[in-house]
């Protein structure tokens, strides 16, 4: 995973992640994710690579035993 801090956010102050899948894979997903403050600016960007252990059964994750 690698963060990158791009401008600071006053405590306080409301922001939003906006993530989007990259890549959805039967073994690994790669997410993008942007936190922007309540202008809309872009104040860091993140990237993760994850191991996929289980499966999104609606708008929950489902893990497999």
Do not use: M, W
């Not at 600071?8 to 922001?15: F, K, L, T, Y």
């Not at 960007?45 to 497999?64: L, P, W």
């Amino acid at each position: 995973a690698s963060i990158s801090y791009l401008r600071s956010v006053p405590e306080g102050e409301h922001i939003r992640a906006i993530a989007r899948v990259i890549h959805n894979g039967s073994r690994t997903l790669s997410v993008d994710c942007d936190i922007v403050n309540s202008a809309g600016e872009v104040c860091a960007q993140a990237r993760g690579t994850f191991f996929v252990v289980g499966s999104v059964d609606g708008d929950y994750f489902v893990y497999k035993k």
